[in-house]
């Protein structure tokens, strides 16, 4: 089983990025995928969360309207579209699916919002 996220790195406030977690080892369709992120010093958040074949979408507040959740069953690959950035958004992003008792984590990629 891999989870392999991308597409982290450093970003100016107001700037944007787009995170994709390639997802190999178990049927990605079946698994409901989410987003997390661990800042410095604080515990692990959701962020955004996404059913196993695709609808309704969560969103922790502090995101809403500017992070938007995706997937792609035939690519096997979950995104997350980070828009209007934040110095607060600053943190590793790691990406989660779960199913049927089955939960696996990526390894994580780094978001620093700076100037």
């Known amino acids: 089983v891999q989870l392999v996220e991308s597409g982290g790195g450093l970003v100016q406030p107001g700037g944007s990025l787009r995170l994709s977690c390639a997802v190999s080892?178990?049927?990605?369709?079946?698994?409901?995928m989410s987003w997390y992120r661990q800042a410095p010093g604080k515990g692990r958040e959701l962020v955004a969360f996404m059913p196993s074949r695709g609808g309704s979408t969560n969103y922790v507040d502090s995101v809403k309207g500017r992070f938007a959740i995706s997937r792609d069953n035939a690519k096997n690959t979950v995104y997350l579209q980070m828009n209007s950035l934040k110095p607060e958004d600053t943190a590793v992003y790691y990406c989660y699916a779960a199913a049927r008792g089955s939960v696996y984590w990526g390894q994580g990629t780094q978001v620093t919002v700076s100037s």
């Open positions: 080892g178990f049927t990605f369709s079946s698994y409901a």
